[in-house]
């Protein structure tokens, strides 16, 4: 092993309630890609933010060495100056300022006291060389796709000198190209003596690209893995994350399809009077009473369009065609004329638009369902407990109390606080978006484990994911969208990622 450029010991780490990291010991060595791995809630993130100083030296106890000096963060800035750069899977770009403008915010080439423009657009194109993005460094970063902004997000690393690169889950919004691209520009990295730490729940991208894994499972270092050679698998890395073998993380289940039909959409069409375009045409399919219907494409295809469309089109399309729920024609103006005739929507953007990180879980969770917990227009608050506590127990939402802010939780537990708000509003038709996106292996098990106990029960899913080996693992059948169409349809038993693409690139 190489000298080790990094070595936490022993941190300590606690919030109200929560010891976030107990006794960790970490180490990087010098020149190679070191994969970060764990359930939501392990201390992952908890831990690199403890290493780039936003959690300052004095919030925490134990010892930091870097490039063999002890150091004392009492900001990001100190981190900074000292090599480390960190980068968010929320990114922190400014989508209105030019790519050039991004690259050196807060680290402005001067001319004396002003701005050197000139050399700044020189350099802004060196760093865009360096990471292979071929764009106009005057580009607005709004102009941009998330995979270039992760690239911009990079060049702007390396602007600063960097020696260790921190990127937490940096693929989490990319497509397959992209996420590629991104890798090898990480070995492209090392190679060139950048240091990276990677955070990611993707394992079959750990095992492609990690020199050495280390395992954080409840706030404790589990173990460190060589990685070089293919010596690690998946399932040891599942058994160390999750404390326990789990062979097959899609769970059997009976066939629960019954012969009626809860919705059915006809010739369905979306025109976005923002874009000039239709992002829908002609689109028709039914949901079977007891069955998970998967919807497949490639980002843009127009999934989430579909789904926003029929429950309450909420974005404010044209819209022409039909559709029925349990035979009766319906017409939603509005979200709740959906829940009213009782179907669900969980955003893929469980963050931004699914969820109020400000708000407690118990707030969250009744958020959809009020009137049911109120009387007279004023909420029983002890009704309001009840119901989160027992949405707590049956999802299992990791919190000491429905009392803690929705914000302070992982990804995961989100991801559940954000499905209990739905199921609350006792739905029979519900509609998944990229359910598991951004969370781990385990918490993936548990909210297929959801899916499979409600299906049983008789409710009907409708899962739009980006995974295929989700769709196809979840699934009873599978419609395949492309540019707005609907261009196949297949049943489980005939389905295979091949078929599936070639569908969803038509």
């Known amino acids: 092993m190489n000298t080790p450029i990094l070595e936490m010991k022993n941190i300590v780490k606690e919030f109200p309630g929560v010891k976030a990291l107990n006794n960790v010991s970490f180490q990087v060595a010098e020149g190679e890609i070191h ?27 134990g010892e930091i060495l870097f490039a063999g000096q002890e150091q004392t963060f009492s900001g990001i800035h100190d981190s900074e100056i000292a090599g480390i750069a960190i980068i968010y899977q929320e990114l922190a770009l400014v989508p209105e300022m030019t790519v050039y403008e991004n690259i050196f915010l807060g680290h402005e080439l001067r001319n004396g006291p002003l701005v050197d423009w000139n050399e700044t657009i020189k350099q802004a194109g060196e760093m865009l060389r360096k990471v292979k993005l071929n764009v106009n460094p005057a580009a607005k970063v709004k102009e941009l796709g ?13 602007s600063k000198n960097v020696k260790l690169l921190i990127l937490d889950e940096p693929t989490a919004a990319l497509n397959e190209d992209d ?22 729940h993707k394992l079959k991208e750990v095992l492609a690209i990690a020199d050495s894994i280390t395992v954080l499972r409840d706030g404790q270092t589990i173990c460190t893995l060589d990685a070089k050679g293919g010596k690690v698998s998946e399932q040891v890395l599942i058994k160390h994350m999750v404390g326990r073998e789990i062979d097959n993380i899609y769970p059997a289940r009976k066939n629960t399809r019954a012969d009626q039909t809860v919705l059915e959409v006809k010739n369905w069409s979306a025109y976005d009077p923002k874009l000039g375009r239709y992002v829908l045409k002609d689109v028709s399919f039914n949901i079977k009473k007891g069955e998970i219907v998967g919807f497949a494409g490639l980002m843009g295809s127009g999934r989430t369009e579909l789904a926003l469309s029929i429950f309450g089109n909420s974005v404010g399309y044209q819209l022409s065609g039909e559709f029925y729920i349990n035979g009766q024609k319906q017409d939603f103006g509005h979200p709740q004329n959906a829940i009213q005739a009782k ?38 608050g002890n009704a309001e407990v009840k119901i989160a506590n027992e949405y707590k127990s049956s999802l299992n939402i990791k919190t000491p109390s429905v009392e803690q802010k929705v914000g302070n939780l992982s990804g995961g537990n989100q991801q559940k606080v954000s499905l209990a708000k739905w199921l609350f509003a006792k739905p029979d038709i519900l509609i998944l978006d990229e359910p598991t996106r951004g969370i781990d292996v385990g918490a993936k098990f548990e909210i297929y484990t959801i899916m499979t106990r409600l299906v049983e029960q008789g409710m009907s899913i409708i899962m739009i994911s980006s995974e295929l080996p989700e769709v196809l693992g979840m699934s ?22 091949e078929k599936i693409m070639h569908l969803a690139t038509n």
């Open 35 to 61: 994969c970060l791995v764990g359930e939501n809630g392990a201390g992952k993130s908890t831990l690199m933010k403890v290493l780039s100083g936003v959690y300052p030296h004095g919030s925490y106890s």
């Open 146 to 158: 998330v995979g270039k902004q992760q690239l911009v997000e990079i060049a702007k690393a390396l």
């Open 179 to 200: 996420s590629e691209n991104l890798l090898n520009l990480l070995r492209e990295l090392r190679d060139n003596g950048v240091t990276c730490i990677l955070i990611s």
């Open 476 to 497: 009873d059948r599978i419609y395949i969208v492309s540019s707005g169409k609907i261009t196949g349809e297949l049943p489980i038993e005939e389905a295979t990622q």
């Open 343 to 380: 179907m669900a929507y969980v955003t893929e953007d469980r963050k931004a638009k699914g969820l109020i990180l400000i708000q407690d879980i118990k707030q969250n969770i009744t958020l959809a369902n009020l009137r049911e917990i109120a009387n007279n227009g004023v909420v029983d």
